[in-house]
């Protein structure tokens, strides 16, 4: 069959959901559904067969459940609805739960039910309970209805609550007060609380005089402390006691002022000198403790055995991980043992370094290379170790640089329905080390590592044991994985062929080593690695910004990082499986492989937010005005493409709240009676801004309309006045196109400071005011013209490269630097119809880090740059200076 997921996160059900249909043969599309418009045009353009929503926040729109047979998979058990399924049965202690495939229909989670499973709950956490017992049942209950689906004669159940298995109800989306904590309940009591909400959306609190969201709680039994009280701290978590005990928290989400979004660190990274008082307490990896506590390291051996488990949040690994980890493993190398299994938790193995801590980092950069060596310290030691023979156990999903680490040992076995991505790309085009380039071409050839590292698919553990990544993967739930990874080490340890396999292993790693030693590879990689984080292409960064903010990057944080969050990528799997987040990404037909292509900066997406933006922001001038913004568009005559640009600043004015109106002026007009209208415009105190749409008939001066209009209400910075303030870098109203470029790199977190920035145009509406704006974020700024000498030349050169040329298709891939940001402003309408930009989308795309389309790149910023400068003008001509952090 052929299906599209809709998802909101391509997270682990959708991802387990995808490899498991992949491997049946089936053909799966995973689109991001970021809006109605992307999944719209996904069932236009894929045609599917069957529509499938594993993880949706967003409504799926009526024009497609009407049309097409749409399955939503519900966390809940028959008859339950709402957005807080799970968090509910966790919360009122449910013996019993389940999931619930169902059709959509225009009441949520009330449509006909395909099939369902239930499954006993246990006292865990919303995000391991989803890991494990929901995507184990909503992977059968899938299964149940594909093939329901492919019989055509099945008829979906009605929801009928009359039914005795209809045991569900409609619940509210669950609040934070429903989960609030006294300290004083007993520690089951609040352990359920911040677990039904972990990892979303926390349980927010007050630790210390910080408001923090909780994640990661985990039981004490010794410790013991007044109520509320911080009494512990051990390995970046804090414990703090409850009225019959204690609980460890492992980490903290600072509530951001003002609503601005913030992420999961460990809770003593938050609380920083706050804990000065608290005592340490730590605990050896081999030491014994009387009860449940926190330790994310620690160590038991049994028969010749030394099982070393390590269970980090999410499974990152931060520079600290790694280290302890590896001390631990020297440590435990030292026993008289002869096998060490490394055992991983059972929700992640590892997904690698920790992208939040670095983050959080005074330098990201060179945090981020502290981290990978630390990774690569750690993987070496798995390497080279002769004394032992190790085993991977891989009780939960692992990705990028995890995937890697289980290779260093000898032998790698994972549980049956755990989820691999064996690649790095995904992150801004992250090469990736921690010596991949030896062990993953050890493991499966050096073709299939390519295109395991270009594809960026998950793979399921049956594929990964058929192309040799895994020795094998057995038992679906993870005690009888640890049971059967237990004999398998015993018997590994007490065989007759022992010796004879430590024996075979240390001569392997001499040949390997005398063919080309590990730190050659190691250096090969760090050279990629180092350009990633320090070179000129920041895309890393930005992906990495936009991981940790979920998307929803603070305005503080706009402007300091270069953009690039990794190609859209289309790839074959199965028969011709592909996923992408509402664009048709490049196929490379030839090498049948994913082709790595430019970023696309999608503007109607920054539009969206900044009209977001607005309207709050136009709610407030009601508020402390009386009145919205006023805006008057002044048209002279019929010229057709003015009249459709009016409309749109019109429909946009609307949109979010501006009081707009247009004032059209018969062609004839002449120049008294048009300066007559924009005087009594400067004098109306009901508007706060004026556009004069351009061009003017011949007779009229567009000197004469920029000297005229007030510099108070000139928010097109067509006037000498702003053109002055701009020059010597002071507040003024800015050219919206220009104004709307340096806008979406700032939301693209484009460095300028010392970048080589090259602009084709002169002209006074973009090409000037933007070298200004440009100069002002002290970028190296060149202007480009129609006389410029060997243009191709100097394009090269640039980090940055804005095209404003009006010269259809006019940058060509070869004058564009590897890894550069384009940016298309240009708007050229082509002889047999449609639009294109000055730029050669399809030749650039293949070559630089990010480009803007067209039409959907600078086109819709520069409309909303019109009406915030609206805005901005009404707040200062009310007396208030209000700082909208305009692009200059």
């Known amino acids: 069959m052929k299906i599209v997921f809709f998802t909101t996160a391509h997270n682990s059900l959708s991802q387990r959901a995808f490899v498991e249909l992949v491997d049946r043969g089936h053909t799966v599309f995973v689109v991001i559904a970021s809006s109605e418009e992307v999944m719209l045009e996904a069932v236009e353009r894929e045609?599917?067969?069957?529509?499938v929503a594993p993880m949706l926040k967003k409504v799926i729109p009526a024009s497609i459940w009407q049309q097409h047979t749409c399955i939503i998979v519900h966390p809940g058990i028959k008859g339950d609805r709402g957005p807080s399924s799970l968090d509910w049965a966790i919360l009122q202690a449910h013996e019993q739960w389940g999931v619930t495939l169902l059709q959509a229909d225009a009441e949520m989670d009330a449509g006909a039910i395909w099939a369902s499973r239930t499954f006993a709950m246990r006292g865990a956490s919303k995000s391991h309970l989803y890991r494990h017992e929901v995507t184990e049942a909503a992977i059968e209950a899938l299964l149940e209805m594909i093939a329901k689906c492919e019989s055509t004669t099945f008829v979906p159940e009605p929801l009928d609550y009359s039914r005795e298995d209809v045991r569900g109800c409609l619940q509210a989306s669950m609040?934070?007060?429903?989960?609030?904590?006294?300290?004083?309940?007993?520690?089951?009591?609040?352990?359920?609380?911040?677990?039904?909400?972990?990892?979303?959306?926390g349980i927010l609190d007050t630790v210390l005089g910080m408001p923090c969201y909780l994640y990661g709680a985990h039981e004490e039994d010794v410790l013991r402390g007044r109520p509320g009280e911080i009494i512990a701290k051990r390995d970046g978590a804090i414990c703090r006691a409850t009225g019959d005990g204690a609980i460890w928290i492992t980490h903290l989400k600072q509530k951001g002022p003002d609503g601005q979004p913030s992420f999961k660190l460990p809770a003593t990274q938050v609380l920083g000198d706050r804990l000065a008082h608290v005592p340490h307490v730590p605990l050896a990896v081999d030491q014994a403790y009387d009860g449940r506590t926190y330790r994310d390291i620690w160590y038991e051996e049994r028969q010749a055995v030394g099982y070393l488990h390590f269970d980090f949040y999410n499974g990152a690994m931060s520079t600290d991980h790694c280290q302890r980890l590896r001390e631990a493993f020297l440590l435990i190398r030292r026993r008289p043992t002869k096998v060490i299994v490394l055992m991983g938790g059972p929700d992640f193995w590892s997904n690698g370094i920790h992208l939040n801590v670095i983050e959080a980092a005074n330098d990201p950069a060179q945090e981020s290379w502290r981290n990978i060596q630390a990774m690569n310290d750690l993987v070496r030691e798995l390497i080279t170790t002769e004394s032992h023979l190790v085993i991977s156990a891989l009780q939960g999903n692992a990705a990028a640089g995890g995937v890697i680490l289980a290779l260093a040992a000898d032998c790698v076995y994972a549980r049956k329905g755990i989820v691999l991505n064996p690649h790095y790309k995904g992150m801004g085009k992250l090469y990736g080390s921690e010596y991949w380039t030896y062990l993953l071409p050890k493991r499966v050839g050096g073709e299939k590592a390519r295109e395991l590292t270009e594809a960026l698919l998950p793979i399921s553990t049956s594929t990964a044991q058929q192309i040799g990544l895994l020795d094998d993967a057995f038992e679906e739930d993870a005690a009888s994985f640890r049971e059967h990874i237990s004999k398998i080490a015993e018997e590994l340890a007490s065989s007759h062929r022992y010796e004879q396999m430590l024996e075979e292993k240390r001569h392997t790693r001499k040949t390997d080593e005398a063919s080309k030693p590990l730190q050659a590879y190691r250096e090969e990689e760090l050279q990629w690695m180092w350009m990633n984080f320090f070179g000129a292409d920041r895309s890393y960064h930005l992906a990495r910004k936009r991981f940790v903010y979920k998307g929803l990057i603070p305005s503080r944080e706009r402007g300091d990082e270069r953009c690039g969050t990794g190609g859209r990528v289309e790839f074959p799997a199965g028969q011709a499986a592909r996923?992408?987040?509402?664009?048709?990404?490049?196929?490379?037909?030839?090498?049948?492989?994913?082709?790595?292509?430019?970023?696309?900066?999608?503007?109607?997406?920054?539009?969206?937010?900044m009209k977001a933006e607005l309207r709050s922001e136009v709610r407030r001038c009601v508020e402390n005005q009386g009145q919205?913004?006023?805006?008057?568009i002044v048209r002279?005559?019929?010229?057709?493409?003015s009249g459709v640009y009016s409309k749109a600043i019109l429909r946009g004015a609307e949109d979010v709240g501006i009081t707009a109106?247009?004032?059209?002026?018969?062609v004839h007009t002449s120049a008294d009676e048009l300066r007559v209208l924009l005087v009594q415009l400067n004098t109306d105190q009901a508007v706060h801004g004026i556009l004069v749409q351009m061009p003017l008939p011949a007779h009229l001066s567009q000197k004469m309309v920029a000297t005229t209009i007030a510099s108070s209400k000139d928010i097109d910075g067509i006037g000498p006045h702003s053109a002055g303030n701009l020059f010597l870098g002071l507040p003024s109203f800015l050219p919206s196109t220009a104004a709307a470029v340096m806008e979406l790199l700032g939301r693209t977190h484009t460095p300028l400071e010392g970048r080589?920035?090259?602009v084709i145009s002169r002209s006074n509406v973009v090409g000037k005011p933007l070298g200004m704006m440009l100069l002002q974020k002290n970028a190296t700024v060149t202007i480009c013209h129609s006389c410029t000498t060997n243009l191709a030349a100097v394009t090269r050169q640039a980090d940055v490269l804005v095209a404003a040329a009006g010269c259809a298709r006019m940058v060509t891939a070869e004058m564009v630097k590897p890894g550069a940001i384009v940016i298309d402003v240009g708007i050229n309408a082509l002889p047999g119809g449609g639009m294109v930009g000055d730029v050669d989308f399809a030749s650039?795309?293949?070559v630089a880090g990010a480009i803007t389309p067209v039409p959907g790149g600078v086109g819709p910023l520069t409309n909303v740059m019109l009406l915030k400068q609206c805005v901005q003008a009404a707040w200062q001509l009310a007396g208030e200076k209000k700082d909208f952090k305009t692009a200059a």
């Open 175 to 201: 609040k934070q007060a429903d989960r609030a904590i006294d300290w004083a309940e007993p520690s089951a009591s609040i352990l359920r609380k911040i677990r039904c909400a972990d990892s979303y959306p």
């Open 636 to 641: 002279v005559g019929g010229e057709a493409a």
């Open 579 to 609: 996923w992408h987040d509402g664009e048709q990404p490049a196929r490379d037909d030839y090498c049948r492989r994913a082709s790595m292509t430019a970023e696309i900066l999608n503007g109607r997406a920054m539009s969206a937010e």
């Open 844 to 846: 650039v795309r293949e």
């Open 756 to 758: 080589r920035v090259v």
């Open 628 to 632: 919205a913004p006023g805006l008057v």
């Open 47 to 51: 045609q599917p067969d069957l529509i």
């Open 661 to 666: 109106r247009l004032a059209h002026l018969p």
